[in-house]
C-alpha cells in the first residue's frame, strides 16, 4: 500500500521555539493531506485539511497562527508549531489521500510525538 | 456532533482466543463506520468498513456488522495471533461529510 513518512518521529523542544513537521507521501501524490493531533488516551482530532498549493483549511478551535501548515506539493506538507508551549506536547499525525478519494481512503504516518519543556 | 466510544484496553488474550472491541457512536444521518489498525511503528491502516445498516465488514479474520438500532459496530475475530497486537481504531464519516471522526483507540496484546 501507499507509504507516508514523517520526520522527526519525535523531537523535545524548549518553550517558545518552533518546531517544523514534515509529512512526505513516498509512492503516491498526495492531493490533500490531513493533520491530527492525539492527548493520550484520547481521540484523533483533525487540525487541518490541506489540499496541495492552496491554503489549509482549519477545524474549528485551531489556531491557525499558531500552527503553520504549508502543502507545497503533492508529496510534501509540513506543519509548524511555532512558540510552542508545554500544552503543545501531543502527538502529531499527518496522512495523505489521492485526488477524488474519499476521507477513509487516506494513508497515514507514524507520527511525531512533540514533547514541549 | 459526531462522536465515537471505544472500549478502553489495554485488552490483553492469549493465542487464539476469541476478540471483541466494542464500538458505539453518536451521528445524524446516516454514517459510514470504520475500523482501523496501528501496527507498532506504523501509520494507521483502514481494516474494514461498512456503509449501511446490517452491513458486515470483514478483512483478515475480522469481522464488524453495523447495527444501527444499537448504533454499534462491535469488531470481532475467531482466533487471534500474536501479529494481531496492534491498536484499534472506531471510526465514522457522517453521511455527506468527508471528516472522519475517530474513537479513542484500544490496545491489543496477544500473547503467545
Known amino acids: 500500500g501507499a507509504v507516508v513518512s514523517q520526520h522527526p518521529s519525535r523531537v523535545i523542544c524548549k518553550s517558545g521555539t518552533s518546531v517544523k513537521i514534515e509529512c512526505r507521501s513516498l509512492?503516491?501524490?498526495?492531493?490533500?493531506m490531513f493533520w491530527y493531533r492525539q492527548f493520550p488516551k484520547q481521540s484523533l482530532m483533525l487540525m487541518a485539511t490541506s489540499n496541495e498549493g492552496s491554503k489549509a483549511t482549519y477545524e474549528q478551535g485551531v489556531e491557525k497562527d499558531k500552527f503553520l501548515i504549508n502543502h507545497a506539493s503533492l508529496t510534501l506538507s509540513t506543519l509548524t508549531v511555532t512558540s510552542a508551549h508545554p500544552e503543545d506536547s501531543s502527538f502529531y499525525i499527518c496522512?495523505?489521500?489521492?485526488?477524488?478519494?474519499?476521507?477513509?481512503?487516506?494513508?497515514f504516518g507514524p507520527g511525531t510525538r512533540l514533547l514541549v519543556l | 456532533g459526531d462522536s465515537v466510544t471505544q472500549m478502553e484496553g489495554p485488552v490483553t488474550l492469549s493465542e487464539e482466543a476469541f476478540l471483541t472491541i466494542n464500538c458505539t457512536y453518536t451521528?445524524?444521518?446516516?454514517?459510514?463506520l470504520f475500523w482501523y489498525v496501528q501496527y507498532p511503528g506504523e501509520g494507521l491502516q483502514l481494516l474494514l468498513k461498512a456503509t449501511k445498516a446490517d452491513d458486515k465488514g470483514s478483512n483478515k479474520g475480522f469481522e464488524a456488522t453495523y447495527r444501527k438500532e444499537t448504533t454499534s459496530f462491535h469488531l470481532e475475530k475467531g482466533s487471534v495471533q500474536v501479529s494481531d497486537s496492534a491498536v484499534y481504531f472506531c471510526?465514522?464519516?457522517?453521511?455527506?461529510?468527508?471528516?472522519?471522526?475517530f474513537g479513542t483507540g484500544t490496545k491489543l496484546q496477544v500473547i503467545p
Open positions: 471510526a465514522l464519516r457522517g453521511g455527506g461529510y468527508q471528516k472522519v471522526t
Open positions: 496522512s495523505g489521500t489521492l485526488q477524488g478519494a474519499a476521507q477513509e481512503t487516506q494513508y
Open positions: 451521528a445524524t444521518g446516516y454514517p459510514s
Open positions: 509512492d503516491f501524490q498526495a492531493t490533500t
